[in-house]
């Protein structure tokens, strides 16, 4: 499915949906250096994360700090999802991507193969917590297009880092961050998901939907500032 721009969004017999919508404005804010088929924007110079991967000097420390910085971002996911009052979020409970178990793992793994001591997520990641947990209180339709954007992109763009990462630093070794075993593997739970998020999505308005779309941007900037900890 990856050998085609339009692979994970368009399997066949599968409704296209409102996800089909986050897709195509997910995908115009990438840089041509990082989706080279579907990629509308220029690379940004002082943003290391918009330029080719290939190019990226991963460290042990700054591949350390972004892990960290990312387990702020899944747990606060993840929590929003398990406490779910607003009955909007309660669905997506167990659905098969859930990363803060194996981020935790990977976590104590680079430590120990660095020798680098435990921190806490104090910048993009705190911050990006933050957000989500203020707009899933204020706007299910902003805060779903955020829980969109992290795991989707982690599934593929994010995939894509890890192994090159992986090559450069860890001999090949492969986290868990990357790897989806529960709920019958990757390919079922982006399914799952998909077919979740566009029941979701059809009880919105237009107007709704639009706002959903419109926060794209700020997903790419929040998830940016956490890429750039490693590139
Ligand atoms: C899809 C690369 C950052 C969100 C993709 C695809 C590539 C890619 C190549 C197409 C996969 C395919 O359909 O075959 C990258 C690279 C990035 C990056 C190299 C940074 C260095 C981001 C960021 C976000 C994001 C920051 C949002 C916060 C998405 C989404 C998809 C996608 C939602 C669609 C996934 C799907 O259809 O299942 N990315 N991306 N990406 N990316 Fe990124």
Redesign the pocket.
């Known amino acids: 499915?990856?050998g085609?721009?339009?692979?994970?969004?368009a399997a066949v017999g599968e409704q296209k949906g409102f996800v089909e919508e986050?897709?195509r404005v997910?995908?115009s804010?990438?840089t041509r250096e990082?989706?080279p088929r579907?990629g509308g924007k220029r690379a940004d110079a002082s943003k290391a994360?918009?330029r080719p991967?290939a190019t990226w000097t991963p460290t042990g420390e700054g591949y350390l700090n972004f892990l960290t910085e990312s387990l702020a971002v899944y747990e606060a996911m993840e929590t929003i999802v398990e406490t779910d009052a607003s009955g909007v979020y309660g669905k997506f409970k167990d659905n098969g991507l859930e990363r803060s178990d194996a981020l935790r793992k990977d976590i104590e793994y680079i430590e120990r193969r660095f020798g680098l001591s435990k921190r806490d997520a104090s910048g993009a990641g705190r911050e990006y917590a933050e957000t989500l947990k203020a707009l899933a209180k204020t706007s299910p339709p902003e805060f779903i297009c955020h829980y969109?954007?992290?795991y989707?992109?982690h599934?593929?763009?994010g995939r894509?880092?890890g192994r090159k990462v992986s090559e450069l630093i860890l001999d090949g070794k492969e986290l868990e961050f990357y790897e989806w075993k529960k709920n019958g593997g990757l390919e079922a739970s982006?399914t799952r998901v998909r077919n979740l998020l566009n029941e979701t999505a059809e009880q919105w308005t237009r107007e709704e939907k639009d706002r959903c779309l419109e926060e794209t941007g700020k997903?790419?900037q929040l998830?940016?500032q956490l890429?750039r900890l490693i590139a």
């Open positions: 499915a990856h085609h721009g339009h692979g994970h969004g986050m897709r997910a995908m804010l990438h990082q989706a579907e994360e918009t991967v969109y954007n992290v989707f992109a599934s593929a763009g894509m880092i982006l997903s790419f998830s940016g890429l």
